[in-house]
């Protein structure tokens, strides 16, 4: 989930209008890249937020706290797919962000390291505390050790992949997407509007395809904790790294295509009803299909409407100093907030469900405590590690001059670095 702090941040990529008779991008953009997208910051709480009551809401674990089972499971129907929607915005956000963003002086070493140290702080802290707060008895070096080196995602056995902070399956699909992105960049960034437009076809059409696979051509398995589907299903489906591949490219493209002005026009309020419209879909259609299907192309166009707004400068409530704050917390928050639901309810409450205002009351103060412990990460680890580590100390000047435009690409980089594929 990690979208990262470059959502704000000015890039230098290429991103241009295609040439009418070539489809080529030539060299003067019709939007900016430096345009910073504060709006998106905001809307990555929102999607956070999307991902907690969705956990606050399970009861084949006693997350909910709700005595009244017409209430509680009223509240687990709802928010059934809160999650999913919450975890696929920060996919394509992801490819959207590092794209628009991407800078031409930038080494594929450098990249890198700001990936790792964006991520790599926070899973550590949090899985330290899952593990003294919401853990019992010895973990098999077959569960920790995957999940320290955010690999356990790949493990088709729920007892890894969701094991310890659960959470941080996600950023195993992040760091894949780190790790391919310089691959990915240079035929993106060269591609021509109708190239664009087919591959992001094509991106669809895969996602369709990992669904009908994992329908029809799973094979048995024990019952997914939740679902009506199998743990091989699901975890195919929704956890296995290179199947959510599909999303981070059509982020990627839709970048180029916003940079471009070939994206349609549309506005935040309809997008976000295309949404809301896509997020019922999710609630009526087979499980599987509502993982990320009803709502890629929904969440898509809210990207680019979002961003749009943005790089034009169009005032969101979005952009407001508060919902700023909460979106640099999110990665925080996002990787506290099932510890401290599972520490709550089952280690202070021991499972205990209580009257509906009470309960109302309970998620509020969990999802208050999750928002300190978040802020808490935010300022002792997440920026402390990025201020002091992000550059090369011998370099960091030079960078920063580079990154203004005022210096050369070879203030900031050796000549024997390999760099991130440009234009």
């Known amino acids: 989930m990690s979208a990262d702090h470059d959502v704000a941040a000015a890039g230098s990529a290429a991103g241009s209008a295609p040439d009418a008779r070539t489809g080529r ?94 991520i790599f702080p926070n899973h550590v802290a949090t899985l330290v505390l899952a593990v003294l707060l919401v853990t019992s008895g010895a973990i098999p070096l077959g569960v ?15 007892s890894v992949h969701l094991s310890l902070n659960a959470p941080s399956w996600s950023l195993c699909c992040e760091l894949l997407f780190y790790l391919l992105f310089p691959l990915l960049l240079r035929p993106v960034l060269r591609a021509g509007q109708r190239a664009l437009w087919s591959l992001a076809a094509v991106m669809v059409a895969c996602m369709v395809a990992v669904e ?72 009526v259609v087979p499980f599987l299909y509502g993982l990320n299907l009803m709502t890629v192309i929904p969440i898509s166009v809210l990207i680019c409407a979002v961003a749009r707004a943005d790089a034009e400068g169009t005032r969101t409530v979005l952009r407001g100093r508060v919902m700023q704050w909460l979106g640099e917390v999110s990665f925080g928050f996002y990787l506290a907030q099932l510890i401290v639901l599972v520490y709550v309810r089952t280690k202070l409450m021991h499972g205990h469900t209580y009257s509906t205002p009470t309960g109302i009351a309970i998620v509020v103060g969990e999802f208050l405590l999750a928002l300190a412990l978040g802020g808490l990460l935010m300022v002792f680890v997440e920026r402390p590690v990025m201020r002091r580590w992000a550059r090369p100390k011998a370099r960091h000047r030079a960078s920063a001059v580079v990154a203004s435009g005022t210096g050369s690409a070879s203030a900031a980089t050796s000549s024997e670095q390999q760099r991130v594929p440009a234009p």
């Open 144 to 158: 920790w050790l995957p999940n320290l080196l955010l690999v356990h995602s790949w493990f088709p056995a729920a």
């Open 212 to 283: 009908l696979v994992a329908d029809f051509l799973a094979p048995t398995s024990t019952p997914a904790a939740g679902t009506d589907v199998t743990v091989w299903q699901f975890w195919f489906g929704y956890f296995f790294p290179p199947m959510r591949m599909f999303e981070f490219v059509i982020g990627m493209v839709l970048a180029r295509l916003v940079l471009a002005g070939a994206f349609p026009r549309i506005r935040i309020l309809p997008a976000a009803a295309l949404c809301a419209a896509g997020y019922a879909a999710t609630l």
């Open 25 to 118: 991008v030539p060299a003067t953009p019709a939007l900016s890249s430096r345009s910073k997208l504060p709006s998106l910051t905001g809307l990555r709480f929102i999607a956070a937020a999307l991902v907690f009551v969705f956990h606050s809401s399970l009861m084949f674990i006693p997350m909910s706290p709700f005595a009244d089972h017409g209430v509680a499971e009223g509240y687990r129907w709802f928010f059934n797919q809160a999650g999913s929607i919450g975890v696929s915005f920060f996919f394509l956000l992801s490819g959207f962000v590092l794209t628009w963003s991407a800078r031409p002086q930038d080494t594929v070493t450098g990249f890198w390291r700001r990936r790792l140290l964006k």
